[in-house]
C-alpha cells in the first residue's frame, strides 16, 4: 500500500503563486512517476504534469511556462510550482502515484481557488 499526502492549497489572486506538495510513503520502490492531475467542477480529470525518477517531466498545454514539477526521490515527495496562476486554474489538485508495476494511487486531493 501507498499512502499520498497533500498539502499546499489555497485561496490565491490572479497573477498569484501556490506550492503543492506530495509525501508518499509505504511500499515505494524502483522506478515510478509521480505527478498531479486536477478536476474542475462539472469537468473530467485532467494530467497537470508527470515526472518519472529519472526527471523526465511531462505537461498539460495549459500549464507549459506558468507550472513547474520537481521531486525529491530520497524523501518520496513531489512539488508542483504554480506561478501565473488563473482563475481557469481553479481546481481540486490530486496527488498521483504510479509505480509501473501495480496499480496506481492517488492522494484524496487539494482545492486550490484563483479568484479576486
Known amino acids: 500500500q501507498v499512502q499520498l499526502v497533500e498539502s499546499g492549497g489555497g485561496l490565491v489572486q490572479p497573477g498569484g503563486s501556490l506550492r503543492l506538495s506530495c509525501a508518499a510513503s509505504?511500499?515505494?520502490?524502483?522506478?515510478?512517476?509521480m505527478g498531479w492531475y486536477r478536476q474542475a467542477p462539472g469537468k473530467q480529470r485532467e494530467l497537470v504534469a508527470v515526472i518519472t525518477t529519472g526527471g523526465r517531466t511531462n505537461y498539460a498545454d495549459s500549464v507549459k511556462g506558468r507550472f513547474t514539477i520537481s521531486r525529491d526521490n530520497a524523501k518520496n515527495t513531489v512539488f508542483l510550482q504554480m506561478n501565473s496562476l488563473k482563475p481557469e486554474d481553479t481546481a481540486v489538485y490530486y496527488c498521483?502515484?504510479?509505480?509501473?508495476?501495480?496499480?496506481?494511487?492517488w492522494g484524496q486531493g487539494t482545492q486550490v481557488t484563483v479568484s479576486s
Open positions: 509505504g511500499s515505494i520502490f524502483g522506478t515510478n512517476a
Open positions: 498521483h502515484y504510479n509505480p509501473y508495476s501495480r496499480a496506481p494511487y
